[in-house]
């Protein structure tokens, strides 16, 4: 059963970051996978946004609608729950995972079925849904291509758009020949690694699903508060089917997609496929209002999830990762993504956004390793279409996993002792000199023609991979005094 | 105009070099520089790693070494943009005012050309702080270009990281080492001689990389090459 945190938010197997990675970094098949398909991704991406002149205006005005409508959060989500109450829907309030998996569970055995279709939607996969609803005796279908690959390959999501990002089409060619037929409809005799061959098993194994169900399960990009209408964005049609043909609709949704009005959408609608998918418009944009009586489901129910959100809210600078629009461009710009993929984040959020969301929905204690997988090297602010300030609530979190374990640890971590050694040794010139002095005598013993090679204890993470520098025999300060004696003004005493 | 050098802790325990190369450009040019001799170091290391109440003191001990001057020049760009970017947060109150040198040079004394001469096939890696946090934009390049005798190649995948990112390279060797390679690789497909940036933290751990597989190239801070000239025999 999901724990409190949900099964998705912090996969409880994965190792800490570093570890995790190590094991990635060391599969050649999955580097080359993600290097292909974040640079092409990378590239559409700057074609389609670059080509529009009020591109950096765009940025602007979703980052201004997105805080505003975070700062008045709580009145907006009771407009919404308003205006999807008078439009026939049914909305319920979820505090956390579990409560949100036993609404669903309950919703769907109501309407007497034992299986779902489901739209991608990350808020499920944040809770855990599905294994949920399977402990519940309900199957959950997946019906997005590549949460069909991930759930029919036993496998986990590793990037917020393409979570099969890092299969090829060889690795799925296989995984249908070998599981379709466990889930339904088997794949068709002879099955090639082409890409149209393989959408086309996928599209006539989801078919019967789509045409069976009696329930769909669906999360959303964004619900409008003044008018109760909920969409979601997609490319494949599948969300369409589920959205349209099941006699019940069930959406879970973070409380933070909340925007206040119709026309906002003008922003987003730009914003998202551009920053996603790299393309000017995405093929399906459905949104429905409520219940429409004959026409689509009969049923209709919209489940607001907190899990965490409340919490990050109340950071005055953490809360602007709440302003995701789960579009992964800032995935595809990381170099570190690009070269561990989303399994080492050990969540269904990788990738920087994912190093700030997941320590702030379940606590910096439950992933305390993600804040610090990244150099900071800020190409993820620059990406996002809505501007978090991704380097900046890194480098807050970092200090708050480094408060906790202050707190925690009654003995200070060797990190600790090291970093305040050299907060003493910085605190004057003349430390600073002795500090040095040292240092360069121990660099006599371990360099040979100027050059440190490999180092014993916890210097070997650096020098595995790189010499280092010897230091000279006088410091620039030393320097300075010799060549300037009683001055701190260069040009006077030469 | 009272020009204040920030050496930093890193350059002038391993790159003195550095700090010198700054002086001798900025003497060229006809400006003084003084260098307060209080400074120690700007506290980044300490901030990006979690450790504020270690960071703080330092942030404050810059502000007061600092203070008086019209202008702080550094030939770091991660420490300028820790002091432009993050100081405030720690002590409160506006930090002095902090120029990369190539900001120095373009925008405070408006030149491009700072009569060099370093006759080498030179590649340049914009850091991604001096790219994305102070936006330095094409300065160094503008500089570089107006090198006499210097053969500027464009470096492929300039823009992405090295892979340093300070205490990352040994919270995650692994993932650091890989981008390492990358960068390596991109700077061996130049054919340059010399690798330069605006940081020596990059730069020494580009530097170690390339001189661990014994590629023969090797780095040089932009103010280093900057202040060569025709006299000197590098």
């Known amino acids: 059963m999901t724990t409190g945190t949900g099964d998705g938010l912090v996969w409880l197997d994965t190792p800490a970051f570093p570890e995790a990675a190590r094991t990635a970094l060391a599969d050649t098949q999955l580097r080359g996978n993600l290097r292909r398909a974040t640079g092409t991704i990378r590239d559409k991406r700057l074609a389609v946004t670059g080509e529009l002149a009020d591109w950096e205006q765009l940025r602007a005005a979703g980052a201004a609608l997105k805080r505003r409508t975070l700062r008045h959060l709580d009145c907006y989500l009771v407009e919404l729950e308003e205006s999807v109450t008078r439009a026939g829907g049914t909305v319920h309030w979820a505090a956390d995972a579990d409560q949100a998996n036993r609404i669903v569970t309950e919703l769907v055995r109501a309407a007497g079925a034992d299986e779902v279709v489901k739209v991608k939607s990350m808020a499920t996969q944040e809770i855990g849904l599905n294994e949920a609803l399977a402990e519940a005796g309900i199957a959950a279908y997946e019906t997005d291509l590549a949460e069909l690959i991930v759930q029919l390959g036993g496998d986990r999501p590793s990037h917020i758009l393409v979570p099969a990002i890092h299969r090829n089409r060889g690795e799925i060619q296989g995984i249908f020949r070998r599981e379709m037929a466990a889930w339904g409809r088997p794949a068709p005799e002879g099955l090639t690694d082409e890409p149209r061959a393989l959408a086309e098993a996928a599209r006539l194994h989801l078919r019967e699903k789509f045409l069976r169900a009696r329930v769909a399960v669906s999360g959303a990009n964004f619900a409008i508060a003044g008018t109760g209408t909920v969409g979601v964005v997609e490319s494949e049609g599948n969300g369409r089917m589920c959205l349209t043909l099941p006699q019940t609709l069930i959406t879970v949704m973070g409380i933070e997609k909340v925007l206040p009005a119709w026309s906002d959408l003008e922003v987003f609608l730009q914003l998202l496929p551009r920053s996603s998918t790299g393309e000017r418009m995405n093929p399906y944009t459905s949104t429905w209002t409520g219940r429409t009586p004959g026409d689509g489901p009969q049923d209709f129910h919209l489940v607001l999830l907190d899990n965490g959100r409340t919490a990050t809210l109340a950071d005055t600078v953490g809360r602007q990762a709440l302003a995701c629009i789960r579009c992964s461009a800032c995935l595809n710009v990381c170099p570190v993504y690009e070269r561990t993929g989303g399994h080492a984040y050990g969540s269904v959020y990788p990738g920087p956004i994912g190093a700030v969301l997941t320590p702030q929905l379940a606590g910096v204690d439950k992933a305390p390793s993600l804040p610090f997988a990244s150099t900071l090297c800020g190409a993820c602010y620059d990406a996002c279409p809505v501007k978090i300030n991704i380097p900046e609530v890194l480098a807050h979190l970092r200090a708050e996993v480094v408060e906790s374990k202050r707190r925690s640890h009654r003995a200070p971590t060797p990190e600790a002792l090291v970093m305040r050694a050299a907060a003493a040794a910085l605190a004057t010139p003349r430390r600073l000199s002795a500090a040095q002095r040292s240092a360069r005598l121990g660099s006599h013993l371990l360099a040979r023609k100027g050059r440190i090679g490999r180092l014993p204890g916890p210097l070997r993470a650096w020098s595995d991979s790189r010499d280092s520098p010897q230091p000279p025999a006088e410091t620039f300060h030393a320097w300075w005094r010799r060549t300037h004696p009683g001055e701190t003004r260069s040009g006077e005493s030469r | ?234």
């Open chain 2, 1 to 234: 105009m009272r020009v204040a050098l920030f050496i930093t802790c890193f350059n002038d325990t391993l790159y003195p070099e550095t700090g010198k190369a700054v002086v001798r450009l900025l003497e060229r040019l006809g400006h003084t520089v003084e260098f307060p001799a209080d400074q120690t170091c700007c506290g980044q290391m300490h901030f990006n790693t979690g450790y504020r109440p270690e960071a703080t003191p330092l942030a404050r001990r810059f502000a007061e070494v600092f203070a008086g001057y019209d202008a702080v020049v550094s030939p770091s760009a991660s420490c300028t943009g820790m002091v432009r970017d993050s100081h405030e947060l720690l002590t409160g109150s506006r930090p002095p005012q902090v120029y990369e040198l190539s900001e120095f040079l373009v925008d405070v004394l408006g030149v491009t050309d700072v009569g060099a001469y370093f006759p080498h096939r030179v590649t340049y890696h914009p850091t991604c702080h001096s790219l994305r946090m102070l936006r330095v934009g094409d300065r160094p390049l503008r500089l570089l270009r107006a090198v006499k005798g210097i053969d500027l190649v464009e470096l492929p995948a300039a823009d992405s990281c090295c892979g340093f990112g300070g205490t990352f390279a040994l919270k995650n060797a692994g993932t650091s080492a890989a981008m390492l390679a990358d960068k390596a690789d991109c700077v061996l497909r130049t054919g340059a001689e010399v690798l330069s940036a605006a940081d020596n933290s990059c730069l020494m751990h580009i530097g170690g990389g390339l001189s661990r597989i014994r590629s023969g190239v090797r780095t040089l801070h932009l103010a280093e090459i900057l202040a060569a000239t025709e006299g000197d025999a590098r």
